[in-house]
């Protein structure tokens, strides 16, 4: 697509001059420390700003450091991400604090190449911290970015067609302000978040509505193009509370893949025709050997991931007398008295039904 240097430059002072005046105060914006900066995008990736906040206070406070949060345990980590989900996303960011610590002096690296090679960092960190905290002029490219590129510019191209990712950096990287690339960056995503919002954007209050394609032509609606996706499955899931004098079994999950490293109450997938508490027990005896019966129904809860929804049914169990714990999955277990679960991290389906745990 061809933007003539004139348009890019009207664009791109037009933005960064409606940030400056309008942007929303946020504790990350406050510095320019690369490991807060790496920290906050590595959070805001599928949470909300107002869900962020209290999380990456919590965790300055325990890792103020990179080499404080290298030295760190995972399992303390893990627990202070609870709640915000894609936990691959906080087991990554340990390991690479840790190898920032150990091959770079603490440092986070100031250049593309090597930063990129880090666990967990794409080209959105990547060009997000480069950015932000060392004022490289590398241009973002998230959801916000392209939706308001696919309505200034009215592009056909569906924006979540991962071949349409190419022309969305383009684009992003004509209109990017060299000398400010970290300020241009947060306009262009704060334009998404606060005036070309999902629904209903407000153009009459857009800093850019008078070079928008779309508006002009009265097409606004029509913009971004998305492609129809396949309906996300929804699987069909049993846990079981299992008592044993005043305690209850927990197990750990792989440290690697969904949820890996988190604790959770023992249970699995349903087989096809199974009923729900029959396949509890199988479940329990498939993950943890031991055999259980089925007391009642503590819950159903429904849950949705990115690529799948859950619903959960949780029974109460008792285990059989001269039953054993022998692990087929987990790597770990723990009895635990209730009062002892909040120092357990767990993924926030577990976390929906804990409060009925006595
Ligand atoms: Fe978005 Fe409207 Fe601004 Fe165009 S004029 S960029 S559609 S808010």
Not at 143 to 159: H, M, Q, S, T, Y
Not at 259 to 266: H, M, R
């Amino acid at each position: 697509m061809n933007i003539s240097d004139v348009k890019a430059k009207r664009i791109r002072k037009a933005l960064v001059s409606w940030y400056l005046k309008h942007k929303r105060k946020m504790p990350w914006r406050e510095t320019r420390d690369p490991y807060r900066t790496w920290l906050s995008e590595v959070m805001l990736q599928q949470a909300q700003v107002k869900t962020v906040i209290p999380y990456y206070h919590r965790f300055l406070e325990r890792f103020p450091t990179i080499e404080a949060l290298a030295r760190g345990d995972l399992q303390d980590i893990l627990k202070m991400w609870e709640g915000l989900g894609y936990y691959a996303r906080a087991r990554n960011f340990h390991r690479a604090t840790g190898i920032v610590t150990r091959d770079y002096g603490g440092s986070v690296p100031a250049d593309w190449e090597t930063f990129i090679q880090l666990p967990g960092v794409g080209e959105y960190t990547a060009a997000a911290v480069q950015s932000l905290a060392f004022g490289h002029p590398h241009a973002v490219v998230d959801g916000n970015v392209k939706r308001v590129l696919a309505r200034l510019f009215a592009i056909e191209d569906p924006v979540n067609r991962p071949k349409a990712y190419k022309q969305f950096k383009d684009i992003a990287g004509t209109l990017l302000d060299r000398e400010q690339p970290g300020n241009f960056n947060q306009a262009i995503m704060e334009l998404g978040a606060l005036i070309c919002k999902p629904a209903r954007p407000t153009c009459d209050h857009c800093p850019v509505q008078p070079d928008c394609i779309s508006y002009q032509h009265d097409r606004v609606d029509e913009f971004p193009k998305k492609e129809k996706r396949k309906p996300v499955p929804t699987l069909q899931m049993v846990a079981g509370v299992i008592r044993k004098k005043g305690r209850f079994l927990i197990t750990r999950r792989k440290p690697a893949g969904l949820l890996g490293g988190l604790w959770e109450f023992p249970g699995g997938e349903l087989q096809k025709g199974e009923a729900a508490a029959a396949g509890c027990i199988r479940a329990i005896q498939d993950k943890t050997g031991l055999k259980v019966d089925t007391d009642k129904r503590l819950a159903r809860i429904n849950h949705a991931y990115t690529h799948f929804k859950i619903t959960l049914e949780v029974f109460v169990c008792q285990v059989r007398p001269g039953s054993r714990v022998r692990l087929n999955g987990p790597v770990d277990f723990d009895w635990v008295r209730p009062e002892q679960l909040d120092d357990y991290a767990f993924p926030k389906a577990n976390l929906k039904f804990m409060h009925l745990i006595v």
